[in-house]
């Protein structure tokens, strides 16, 4: 499978990583955020040397119960830190974290190349035309809700069914735009308990029948710290055992806090299904 990324063609057979860059004081996890200029360029010449194939940069943070900032101060922080990248690393793929068309429109006038919706266009009605417009690989997450009330939403018939028939809507109201390169997210932790991630990590093949690149984003997440009853600052081991089942059960894009050891659970990972 390949993406076209401003006239790059990404081909997916092998597993790519994004790295991920939180422009926000309130992430679930300290170590990803970037407060200054010198924070966000350490991160993502890091993250690149490391081996990342994009970074996605978030400045809303959809943690539940996350506080919901305007428009105007999600752009106030995005667009410094895109002008930024691009100036240091004008080769930079670069994903915007974002659920409003208009911020996910001035980012891509900006430079970036990819947007990455935890909505999947539900929470703003211009997202999929604006996609459309631009013509660029769109990331679709399953969510319900918002981050301030899906934490409640957890109630399905069936998880991985009711899941996959949410992104065959999507995927179609996508498709009748003429939009092409679609990416789908499971969106684990959101709008699912702990049983439920691990539940819809077991069952992830199954997303092979969209016949589109799977992202997974476990890094770090509660799934994790829960169950081993530790920090997220203690939970890289249990990303990459997870990450190595994602790999394993078709996942086409990581996204992670850690590049280097995603690059080498890939790596290791490779060798048993190669």
């Keep these: 499978?390949?993406?076209?990324?401003?006239?790059?063609?990404?081909?997916?057979?092998?597993?790519?990583?994004m790295g991920i860059i939180n422009i926000t004081p309130d992430s679930f996890y300290s170590g990803s955020r970037a407060s200054s200029d010198r924070d966000i360029l350490s991160n993502a010449e890091k993250m690149l040397n490391e081996g990342a194939t994009f970074l996605d940069l978030g400045a809303y943070s959809s943690r539940p119960g996350a506080v919901d900032i305007p428009v105007a101060e999600e752009l106030k922080r995005i667009l410094p830190a895109i002008e930024l990248i691009l100036k240091e690393f004008p080769q930079a793929i670069l994903s915007i974290d974002t659920f409003r068309a208009e911020v996910a429109r001035e980012t891509l006038e900006a430079g970036a190349a990819i947007i990455?919706?935890?909505?999947?266009?539900k929470l703003d009605r211009e997202m999929l035309?604006?996609?459309?417009?631009?013509?660029?690989?769109?990331?679709?997450?399953?969510?319900k809700g918002t981050p301030q009330t899906m934490k409640e939403l957890n109630q399905y018939d069936d998880l991985t069914a009711d899941i996959l028939f949410y992104f065959s809507e999507r995927i179609?109201?996508?498709?009748?735009?003429?939009?092409?390169?679609?990416?789908v997210d499971p969106g684990?932790?959101?709008?699912?308990?702990?049983?439920?991630?691990?539940e819809l990590l077991s069952k992830l093949e199954l997303f092979q029948s969209l016949e589109l690149p799977v992202l997974?984003?476990?890094?770090?997440?509660?799934?994790?710290w829960k169950k081993l009853d530790i920090s997220a600052n203690e939970a890289l081991n249990?990303?990459?055992?997870l990450n190595t089942a994602a790999i394993l059960k078709g996942a086409g894009i990581l996204r992670v806090h850690d590049v280097k050891e995603a690059m080498q659970t890939i790596k290791l990972t490779a060798e048993l299904i190669n």
């Design 1 to 17: 499978m390949f993406i076209n990324c401003k006239g790059n063609l990404i081909d997916l057979s092998m597993p790519k990583v």
């Design 116 to 121: 990455n919706d935890i909505s999947a266009g």
């Design 129 to 143: 035309p604006l996609i459309a417009e631009y013509q660029i690989p769109y990331i679709m997450m399953h969510m």
């Design 172 to 183: 179609r109201a996508a498709r009748d735009l003429g939009i092409n390169d679609l990416i």
């Design 188 to 198: 684990f932790g959101f709008a699912k308990n702990t049983a439920q991630n691990f």
């Design 216 to 224: 997974v984003g476990v890094s770090r997440k509660s799934m994790i």
């Design 238 to 241: 249990g990303t990459s055992v």
